[in-house]
Each structure stands twice: as C-alpha cells, then as structure tokens.
C-alpha cells in the first residue's frame, strides 16, 4: 500500500467513524445544555462585537482582535475550495452544503464553549501575558494534562504540515495559474518536474510576506488579522453577492436542490442511503475544515484577549462560525450550484469557483471576475497561514513549558520553509493530510467538551443569573472589586484561575 492510499484509508476511517458521530453530539450535547445559546444570545454576541469594547482583563489583544485572529486562520481556502471540493458532483453533492449549515449552527455552541473555557482556565505567564486554549482546560479543568500535550504536539503538526501551510499555498498557486498562465505555456524543470514560472513566484512572494509579518510575533499577526479580515470578508461577500443577486430568481430552486440532495432524494451520486453518508461525510469534514468548530484552534486565540469574563469571550467566539461558515460558505455553494458548476466533472477545487465567477459575472470586464477571486483567495489563504503559525507557537510553547524559546523560533523556521516548499506538493496528498490532522486535534478536543459541558453550562447560567440581580455586566466587578459580595481571592472570581505558571 503507498503512503497516498494508506493516508486515504487512515482519513476515512476517521471522518467516517468517530469524528462523523462525535462532532455532531457534541455540537447537540452542547446546544442542550446552554439552550441553544446561539439563538438566545446571538444578538447580544453581535452588539458586543459590533462595540469593541474591553473590560480591562488580562491578555495580550483585544476582544475583536482575538477573533480576528481566530477568522484569520478559519477564513480560508476551505471558504473556496473546500466548499467547491465538498459540493462536486464526484464528492458529497448540493446535499453536503445542509450538512455544512448543519454542523455550523450546532458549531456555535461549540465555539461558544471553547471560547468560554479557554479565558476560564487560562494562565499569566511570568512576563504578564496571557495563555490559553484547550491544552490548558485539559490540564486545568479535566487535570489531564497528557491529554493537552497530544493536542499541542497534533496542533503544532497540523499547522506545519496542513491546514496552516500546505493547503493555503496549494490554493494561492493554483488560482495563480489559473489567472495568469490558465495553459501553463511558461514552465521550467525544477526539483526534477515542471513548474509554471507563476507558481514559482507566488510561492516567494508569499512567502516573503509572511516572513515579514510572522517575524514580528503575535501582536503584528493580531493587527493584520485586524486589517485585513473584514476587508477580505467584504470583497469576497460583495462578489458572491452580486452574482446572487442577478440571478436570484434561480435561489429557491438551489436550495431545494441542496436539501434534496443532502437526504438521498435526489442523489448527484450513488443512491439514498449511500448518498446521504458520502454527502456527511464531506459536509461536516468541510465544514469543520472552514469554521473549525470543535477543532480546538479558535480558543488558542481567545485565550489572549482582553478580559475578564469567559461568557463574553465564548459569545465573541461564537460569532466566528455564523460569518465564516453560515455566511461565507453558504455564499460560495449556493453559487456553485445557481450557476451549475458543480455539475462539470472536469473541474474541481479553484477551477470550479472560478468557472462560476465567471458565469455569474459575465458582463464585467475580461479578466475582472477572476481577478476578484484570485485576490480573494490569496488574502483568505495568507491570513491562515498567519494565524496558524500563532497556533502553532502557543503549541511549542506549552509543551515546553516556556522554558525553551529556541524551539519556539526553530518551528517558526520550519513552518516558513513549508510556506516555501508546499507550492510543488500534489494537491491531492495536502487536502488528504489535512483531513487527518484536523480528525487527531478535534479528538482530544471533543473529549475535553464533553468532560466539561456541566461546567460550562453551571457557569452560563451562574453568570446570566448574576446580570439579573443587577451585577456589573459580563463578570466586571464591582464596587472595590467585589462582585456580588465576593472576593477576588475566591474560587468563583474570575482572577483565581489567572495564576502564574510555578
């Protein structure tokens, strides 16, 4: 067996079995527990997003630069590709985009508690800043702490070896090509096979920027995350929507189309039952691909914002997935199908998008759709790697202990050569290799949920109940520093879980 069927078969096994049972119930698990939070709490989560404010907690950025952060590594290629891989007529069909709403609305509760937990149980580290993230719930709250390191050392391979690198490069030089050199005519020998000249110089060119940015730590990587996030949003959202919006007419017949498609009704492959599991399958690895819910990556964010209440950090966090996968990715597969390129089996992953781009915006300009999405894609894809790189540091850095920041700045050497070398990786081989490190963070991940969903919904409700009786909002305290009569010094106080690592 090669080492490409071999990853097959380990990718399967995964998505196919536990992960496909797991995220799910914990997505479910939770929603229960919080009574569906992301719909009772939404609108405040947005009004405290919309606001930007701070509540003079602990941590290194602010509330919405955290989260920024955190979409800097979700919106991704798997906004674009992913969405285009998922919904194919050879992958899981217009049915895997319901499984991709599916898992995104359960995903919110699931954002909200990784959020939630990685303020509640984060540390002060001796120089005054702020850690957190699932590592330190498993070690604090669960007291497992060999659990946390297999999710660090899982987090730190993924962001070196897939999502963070691999896969974001491999989309950046396709749609390269296929904007500049669509026929690939300029192409030279190089490490013994062929590459187009554009290939080659968008990898160094990437990777050039993200040298400059990553270098200068995680605060440069949280105010470009700050900058760019919401313009990129913007663009992409503006391009989708237009082509929505002059064919909106052929709207309702899409999303009929998706649900019948997404329970075997009307299978794009197979037939019932097995067209309903392959488009699962691809749905909620897609999803889980795009908005990371449950994956365990947004909290490592979370856990250096500014401020002192968990409940208003996991309403942050939570938003994530609303406009990452609810918005963006919903846009994205509802133009794929509206302008029936998913139906063509010679196009896949860039190609497709680009194909319905093209369609949908006809009447601009030669050149102008496919310019917006190549722009797109590259600022989706280089934010990833960034915030992947900051994934990966608090990785090497919790399993070290912070005693070791040689090994900290030798993975940010390795994760910019991969940065370099992933443009001449098969395609194939990065999404495959992504799938399994993603399934080996969210195990660990989902266990920790599990084994901490009482406390996350004892302490919502503790929290809501306290905001009744007229304490200060969202866990500040009051009056000489004591918040409903007590002290900071108690277990209850969110200051006690804020010590120093001895």
């Not at 906004?79 to 919110?108: D, E, H, K, Q, Y």
């Not at 950046?172 to 904007?179: D, R, S, T, Y």
């Not at 290939?199 to 050039?208: D, E, H, K, Q, T």
């Not at 996991?314 to 029936?340: E, K, P």
């Amino acid at each position: 067996m090669s080492f490409f069927a071999g990853l097959t078969l380990l990718r399967d096994l995964l998505w196919r079995g536990p992960l496909l049972a797991l995220l799910p119930a914990a997505g479910l698990l939770l929603s229960w527990k919080l009574g569906l939070i992301q719909l009772r709490r939404l609108p405040e989560a947005l009004r405290l997003l919309a606001a930007r404010e701070e509540d003079g907690g602990a941590g290194e950025v602010s509330p919405f630069a955290a989260l920024c952060t955190a979409l800097s590594a979700t919106i991704g290629t798997g906004n674009i590709v992913g969405v285009a891989t998922a919904v194919g007529i050879l992958a899981g069909g217009p049915g895997a985009l319901f499984w991709m709403w599916l898992s995104a609305f359960f995903g919110m509760a699931v954002k909200y508690a990784e959020g939630f937990l990685a303020v509640r149980f984060r540390v002060t580290m001796p120089d005054g800043s702020a850690r957190g993230g699932p590592f330190y719930y498993m070690e604090r709250g669960l007291s497992r702490p060999g659990l946390g390191k297999a999710f660090a050392l899982c987090t730190a391979l993924a962001g070196v070896l897939g999502i963070g690198t691999m896969t974001q490069m491999s989309g950046i030089a396709e749609a390269a090509e296929l904007f500049l050199d669509p026929a690939g005519a300029d192409a030279v020998l190089l490490f013994g096979n062929s590459y187009t000249r554009v290939r080659i110089l968008c990898g160094l060119a990437v990777g050039i920027c993200a040298t400059l940015v990553i270098l200068g730590g995680a605060q440069r990587i949280a105010r470009t995350a700050t900058l760019v996030v919401p313009l990129m949003a913007g663009l992409y959202i503006g391009s989708t929507g237009l082509i929505l919006l002059t064919h909106a007419g052929e709207i309702p017949g899409a999303v009929r189309l998706v649900l019948e498609s997404a329970f075997g009704v009307r299978a794009a492959v197979g037939g019932g039952g097995a067209a309903m599991l392959l488009a699962m399958q691809h749905g909620v690895a897609r999803g889980v691909f795009s908005n990371e819910a449950g994956l365990g990556s947004a909290p490592i964010a979370a856990g250096s914002a500014r401020t002192k209440d968990p409940v208003r950090q996991g309403l942050i966090t939570m938003t994530g997935t609303l406009i990452d996968t609810l918005i963006l990715c919903t846009m994205t597969g509802l133009t794929l199908i509206v302008m029936g390129s998913w139906r063509d089996t010679s196009l896949e992953g860039v190609a497709m998008t680009l194909d319905a781009f093209e369609r949908g915006l006809w009447f601009l300009p030669p050149g102008v759709s496919d310019g917006l999405l190549a722009i797109s894609l590259t600022a989706f894809a280089f934010t990833t790697i960034l915030g992947w790189c900051f994934y990966g540091e608090r990785s090497i850095e919790y399993l070290t202990r912070g005693r070791a920041p040689g090994l900290v700045r030798a993975y940010r050497v390795a994760y910019l050569a991969t940065v370099f070398a992933a443009p001449y990786i098969r395609a194939a081989v990065v999404w495959t290799m992504a799938d399994v490190l993603n399934a080996m963070m969210a195990l660990p991940n989902l266990i920790a949920l599990f084994g901490l969903a009482d406390l996350v919904a004892r302490e919502t409700r503790r929290s809501a109940l306290r905001r009744r009786r007229g304490s200060a909002p969202h866990g500040v305290p009051r009056r000489g520093g004591v918040l409903r009569g007590r002290r900071q010094g108690s277990a209850l106080h969110p200051r006690f879980f804020c010590k120093k690592i001895e």
